[in-house]
């Protein structure tokens, strides 16, 4: 028995090895040969490479025409030839100003008036160098405040109003969520899960969803229906400061204090892109359903416009000397602004253009929200709050918030703010643990609270 045991042992070895050998044969005989070039194959890749990378500078302009001679100082007025009815009279005025310059050596229209062209055709025209063009103030009521609410133990860092204008929801550093209803100001519902402070709430459109983010470094999804958590968002390094949806996709955009906007899918939890590129805390995020649809500020005093399709950035706004805290869109026009502790800076779509500055604040801005009746509210961090006109610029009203009994007056400031989705009220988010709604006083008229009739906008405010 023990002799066949030996046979069966030494045959099974013998076996074994064979096999080794057959495997090595066939695997391991080619693996230092190099892997032969398809030809094909390098071809398309090249192809591929180029049309993504090169696609948009293909196709060069055409080249410039030649540069014209210059002009000799002779004192012979230019002759103007055009067809429209009129212009001859324009073109002999124009050639008098030039020719009564050019014999005297003296400047044309040094108070006000100045020779020049449009697009490079022969007609001239005048413009006034001095004009300076400004908007005059539309009359606004004044608001007072209607509402204060108390309820949170810590700050209130939040706040999102719900698409039916039925309720709201704010966040605070007491790690809970809380429902408000906006009517009467009681409270609904106090959701649990965080366990840091919440810095962003935002109520879906779309779906019967809350999404929170906080300090805690967590993305939470809450069902509306079962009031818990029922999915989670990982991938941040650090404190999340801000949140937002896209208006028309399932997507969800975070920043945070690594200095990231990740963008998340929202039904399959993953990380759909990560926006690169600022130096410090993304302090706040902006999703419109237009290019560019991401708009993130951040604390290294920049904005940046996105590409959702690449993932990449379009545009690099540096006109803000100080830190960006909030930034809102306007409702009707393709316009958003922008709030630092500088001023507020008005900018146009899609391009990224300055407009102008909105100044007054002598606080730091930590807030800034607009209405469909261009009323501009920022709030600041010593309790300030400024009403103004949003086409001009105005400051019709200046108020000062009173904190709670029992807090210190240095607990005078606002967090974050938001309108209702009628526009008719103010909400307000406190250091003083409270949240106060304010509304449009009904009694005012343009004659018991009228504009500044000396009033004029400072030359950081002209357009």
């Excluded at 005048?126 to 133990?153: C, M, R």
């Excluded at 429902?179 to 840091?196: Q, V």
């Excluded at 708009?295 to 000397?321: E, F, M, P, Q, Y």
Aim: glycine share 6%; with cysteine; hydrophobic share 35%.
């Amino acid at each position: 028995m023990t002799e066949v045991k030996q046979l069966d042992d030494k045959l099974l070895q013998t076996m074994t090895i064979k096999s080794l050998k057959r495997s090595y044969d066939m695997f391991l005989s080619n693996l230092t040969r190099p892997t032969p070039v398809d030809a094909t194959s390098q071809a398309v890749k090249l192809s591929t490479k180029i049309e993504a990378d090169f696609s948009h500078v293909k196709d060069l302009p055409a080249s410039l025409p030649p540069a014209k001679k210059p002009r000799t100082t002779e004192a012979k007025a230019p002759k103007v030839e055009d067809d429209e009815e009129g212009d001859s009279a324009v073109g002999s005025v124009i050639s008098d100003l030039e020719a009564k310059k050019l014999s005297t050596g003296s400047k044309t229209g040094t108070n006000n008036l100045q020779i020049v062209s449009y697009n490079g055709t022969t007609k001239n025209g005048l413009q006034l160098s001095t004009y300076q063009k400004f908007k005059k103030p539309e009359w606004h009521a004044p608001w007072k405040l209607d509402k204060v609410i108390a309820g949170h133990n810590g700050w209130v860092r939040c706040a999102h109003v719900e698409p039916a204008n039925e309720w709201f929801v704010t966040g605070s550093a007491d790690r809970t969520i809380k429902l408000w209803d906006l009517a009467s100001g009681t409270l609904k519902l106090t959701l649990t899960g965080h366990i840091a402070t919440v810095r962003g709430v935002h109520v879906s459109h779309r779906h019967n969803y809350l999404f929170s983010c906080g300090e805690d470094r967590k993305i939470l999804c809450w069902d509306l229906e079962q009031n818990k958590v029922i999915r989670h968002y990982y991938g941040h390094l650090n404190g999340i400061y801000c949140i937002d949806q896209h208006p028309t996709l399932d997507l969800i955009f975070t920043g945070g204090r690594d200095s990231t906007c990740r963008v998340w899918d929202i039904r399959t939890k993953g990380e759909v892109h990560t926006l690169v590129g600022h130096k410090n805390t993304v302090a706040c995020v902006n999703a419109q359903a237009v290019n560019p649809q991401v708009t993130t500020g951040a604390a290294d005093s920049t904005i940046r416009l996105w590409d959702l399709a690449a993932g990449r950035c379009n545009a690099v706004l540096t006109n803000h000397k100080k830190s960006i805290r909030d930034m809102c869109l306007h409702p009707r026009e393709f316009t958003f602004l922008s709030a630092a502790a500088d001023n507020i800076k008005k900018w146009k779509y899609p391009e990224g253009k300055f407009m102008n500055n909105i100044t007054g604040h002598k606080a730091i801005l930590n807030t800034i929200a607009v209405n469909n009746d261009d009323v501009i509210v920022s709030g600041g961090d010593n309790g300030s709050v400024r009403f103004y006109d949003y086409k001009s610029g105005y400051c019709f009203q200046d108020l000062q918030t009173r904190v709670q009994p029992g807090s210190l007056e240095s607990e005078a400031g606002i967090f974050a703010s938001t309108f209702d989705k009628s526009g008719s009220r103010y909400i307000s988010c406190e250091a003083d643990k409270t949240i106060k709604i304010y509304k449009e006083d009904d009694e005012a008229t343009p004659e018991t609270h009228p504009i500044d009739p000396m009033w004029k906008p400072s030359k950081s405010n002209s357009f």
